[in-house]
């Protein structure tokens, strides 16, 4: 089988570079056929005999549809040029094929699984992305900034290198600045037997530390009975998932879960953030052996959703001006969450412009499934293929695009930037803190 | 070891304190804690802006307030401990009297058996150490992150997992090095490792075990500093034989299984989906562990043996009657909470079950439960004892003839010793 002609600029990722240099043929085919034989199976085996090759997938997929149809960029061509390729040569290939695998697995495809809803077969492709990830990662041959992030959970089980002292201590400051809003506003730490435990992803005690503050605020106002642990076992977002180093996945969503049951919570809520939603939810205890979270786990937009409907939540000012959505892949085409976010925005929003697509159907942001996190080297091509989106946005004519989200959260700003949308982005909390009402007894 | 005999064991039921008096008293009332012996209660109170104090009982601590408190703890010996700061700066807090040393920050306070150990993680000018009893590890080797640490029962040896190796930015060679390490009593071991997890110390304080990651599908046993020589696929955190030492288990992985492992063999000859919270008898001849036989199908296994009943969400940990005759453990099953005793579910769903007490024979197990938003005291499956607003684990007399509940009802919060004959 011929490799595709894909045209791309050079990237330098020190990495991927070292690991080409140091790989050999006969580790390379080790690692293929230990995964091939032991990791997968009949659905690896069903998806590659199916396929006809119609190439219907590539009409779903936005790499290909940002640039210019490119075949390089569809998802069939994707699978051409990697797994079909190490099954057809019985792992028989060298390391820069490999390197190539990496490149377009981890930085060229966001496991986003759009193309899956467009097959006639309903071939899960993003599944088989993720097999070429894992053989990827088992060679160590993944982007460096995404390794990184993967040798921080491996660490800390946090994504930031968040250190615990610094962790509670944010917590605690978060709790002071709630305060400001609603002076007896409390962020109970390690409280045994709290009906929910909130728990969020690196990144917002790192640089988004009013995430936390807002979290206190409408947890007070809503009356909930919560906790967020003082220990690791806080962070939610799992990058190790999405690398193809599953030990470590399953290391750091074993110890979220453990942590809840450790609090006695009846739930676990998590802030906005999609991926972490999936390693949760799905395949975090997949591979631990629970058919579901042993603590239920409850997204953002549907603990918003009940907060709103039960009217836990008042709005008092509705956001004006024209405000849009993107749709996180992992809890709307993964997991059904769209009508409940359209809820949540028109309650807060005056003028809720939809995204067309919108719903199961809507186009990624380019960030989701690590992209983001292959970090600057791989920004350029991330933020080239992300076109198509930026035009759906443009077309809204909104002034704030909500990502519930956080890799949608950064990727949709590089699309704002590098599109020059002049749109603002935020999260739905947000906008929940200027539009919520806040009970006269409880305020400042 | 709590010496409990020195409790009062007789059969009375007396009010300690009516905590609803709290809620008048001070601005806000945070959860409530209490002391092995039941005797105390305590509650971190709001009195001002920015004013904290600890309620224990009648009293409270001082008349002097701490700008943050938190983390209230008791010591088994009774003792109550909280995390204070002053002036910005944060320090330990014991029934009241602080510390002499303040730190940045301190946290993850840890007590020995007795109680008479006090252990927590320190910062200070940028260093992380753990101070055992307000005497601060000097450590050879500056300690850029302290992940987690423990103390032996016996209290004179604490051991951290610490960062050794400091790292720029995105590093990963560095990091591939190995940049953690294990930190004994202030030592680290002569080697630093990618990955540390699961650290313990044997009953008798003498060896210390840790999992170890080499790389990505590397993991390993660490036992003073020196590998096993087996390596496997993943592990999870090991285990020491109570009246052994010498004897380690622990889950490994291979090919996609797990496995219970001994010093390195493995002696459970069937695979798993999963395996995990191995625990040994009392006599250490035993061992039972949480199971997956087939995938979302959990239970126990003793000696490598499934029970026979399985449930569709989790086990925990299980545990041994006092004679290690019995086997129980909580179970989840279609969003239910269950106490399985021997592969026998005891009584109906619950939203929560704790772990149970045993009586000396085992014929008898007694635990907290939750349902409706409340909280009773079951027996063999049977509730005794209910409509607690908070309840605390029973406790069984060192005599094994009476068992002490103690708990809120009503806003009081009540300490009793009944037979156990009679509940």
Request: aromatic content about 10%.
């Amino acid at each position: 089988m011929k490799p595709t002609i894909a045209i791309r600029e050079p990237v330098v990722d020190d990495l991927m570079d070292q690991t080409e240099k140091s790989l050999t043929e006969d580790q390379i085919e080790k690692v293929i056929n230990e995964v091939i034989d032991q990791e997968t199976g009949v659905r690896l085996q069903t998806y590659v005999n199916t396929c006809i090759h119609c190439g219907l997938c590539s009409e779903a997929c936005h790499w290909f549809l940002s640039n210019d149809r490119d075949v390089s960029f569809a998802p069939v061509t994707k699978v051409k040029d990697t797994i079909w390729v190490m099954l057809e040569k019985k792992g028989k290939v060298d390391a820069a094929f490999i390197k190539r695998c990496s490149q377009i697995a981890h930085t060229e495809c966001n496991v986003c699984r759009r193309c899956g809803m467009y097959c006639p077969f309903g071939i899960d492709i993003a599944y088989m992305m993720l097999v070429v990830r894992r053989i990827c990662a088992k060679l160590e041959m993944v982007p460096l900034y995404l390794q990184d992030t993967v040798n921080s959970h491996a660490a800390t089980m946090n994504q930031m290198w968040v250190k615990p002292d610094e962790w509670i201590d944010t917590l605690q400051w978060q709790e002071e600045e709630g305060q400001g809003y609603v002076p007896s506003a409390r962020l109970p730490l390690e409280k045994e037997g709290a009906e929910i435990m909130y728990s969020v992803i690196g990144p917002e005690p790192k640089f988004l530390a009013q995430l936390l503050g807002n979290i206190t605020v409408i947890m007070n106002v809503a009356g909930c009975d919560w906790t967020m642990p003082a220990t690791a076992g806080w962070d939610n977002s799992n990058m190790a998932m999405y690398s193809g180093d599953f030990e470590v996945m399953a290391r750091v969503e074993r110890l979220h879960h453990e942590t809840a049951q450790r609090l006695k919570v009846k739930k676990i809520v998590m802030g906005e953030c999609g991926h972490a939603f999936r390693g949760g939810e799905y395949d975090g205890p997949t591979w631990l052996g629970w058919m579901s979270p042993p603590i239920p786990i409850v997204h953002a937009v549907a603990f918003y959703y009940d907060l709103l409907v039960s009217g836990r939540i008042k709005i008092a000012k509705k956001v004006e001006g024209p405000v849009t959505a993107q749709y996180p892949c992992n809890i709307i085409r993964n997991a059904g969450l769209g009508s409940k976010l359209r809820y949540i925005m028109n309650a807060v929003c005056e003028d809720f412009v939809d995204l067309v697509p919108n719903d199961r159907h809507a186009f990624c942001c380019n960030a989701g499934g690590d992209t983001i996190n292959c970090g600057p080297p791989w920004k350029k091509i991330r933020v080239q293929s992300a076109r198509l989106q930026s035009e759906n946005f443009k077309r809204t004519g909104a002034h704030t695009i909500v990502t519930p989200c956080h890799n949608c959260h950064s990727g949709v700003e590089d699309i704002v930037d590098g599109y020059k949308l002049g749109m603002h982005v935020k999260f739905f909390s947000e906008l929940l803190i200027e539009a919520m009402e806040i009970p006269e007894d409880l305020q400042a | 070891m709590i010496n409990s005999e020195s409790w009062d064991w007789e059969c009375n039921k007396k009010m300690v304190a009516d905590t609803s008096k709290w809620k008048d008293q001070f601005e806000d009332v945070w959860e409530p804690y209490i002391s092995s012996d039941g005797e105390k209660i305590a509650s971190i109170v709001k009195v001002g802006e920015g004013e904290f104090n600890i309620a224990v009982n009648k009293e409270t601590w001082g008349e002097e307030p701490f700008e943050k408190i938190w983390y209230s703890r008791f010591s088994p010996d009774g003792r109550l401990t909280a995390l204070i700061t002053k002036e910005m700066e944060w320090t330990m807090a014991v029934d009241g009297k602080t510390w002499e040393e303040m730190y940045e920050y301190i946290w993850d306070t840890k007590f020995s058996a007795n109680g008479k150990v006090i252990a927590a993680t320190t910062k200070q000018d940028g260093v992380y150490a753990i101070t055992v009893d307000e005497k601060t590890w000097e450590c050879p080797v500056k300690l850029e992150s302290i992940a987690s640490h423990i103390i032996s029962p016996d209290g004179k040896t604490a051991v951290a997992i610490a960062q050794t190796v400091a790292t720029a930015e995105a590093d990963v060679n560095a990091f591939t090095k190995g940049a953690w390490s294990v930190i004994v009593n202030g030592k680290p071991w002569n080697d630093n490792y990618v990955d540390v997890y699961g650290l313990v110390i044997s009953a008798d304080g003498k060896n210390i075990a840790a999992e170890y990651r080499n790389s990505i599908c590397e993991y390993g046993i660490l036992v003073n500093g020196t590998p096993w020589n087996e390596k496997f696929g993943c592990t999870w955190e090991p285990v020491f034989n109570p009246t052994n030492s010498d004897e380690i288990s622990v889950p490994v992985r291979q090919e996609g299984q797990w496995f219970l492992a001994t010093n390195g063999r493995i002696v459970w000859d069937k695979g798993f989906v999963n395996l995990m919270y191995q625990t040994y008898s009392p006599d250490g001849s035993n061992i039972a562990a949480g199971v997956a036989p087939s995938f979302a199908k959990w239970t126990i296994a003793v000696n490598g043996q499934p029970w026979s009943t399985t449930f569709n969400e989790c086990i925990l940990k299980p545990s041994f009657s006092p004679d290690g005759r019995k086997v129980v453990a909580i179970a989840k099953d279609s969003g239910n909470w269950f106490l399985v005793v021997d592969g026998t579910v005891l009584g109906e769903g619950c939203d929560n079950v704790w772990p149970p007490a045993f009586s000396p024979n085992g014929d008898k197990v007694i635990y907290k439960i939750e349902k409706n938003g409340k909280f009773a005291v079951a027996v063999n499956g049977e509730v005794k004892d209910k409509e607690y607003e908070a309840l605390w684990n029973p406790v069984v007399s060192p005599d094994g003839t009476k068992v002490m509940i103690c708990g809120v009802k009503g806003g009081k919060y009540y300490r009793k010793v009944v037979l156990l004959s009679d509940i």
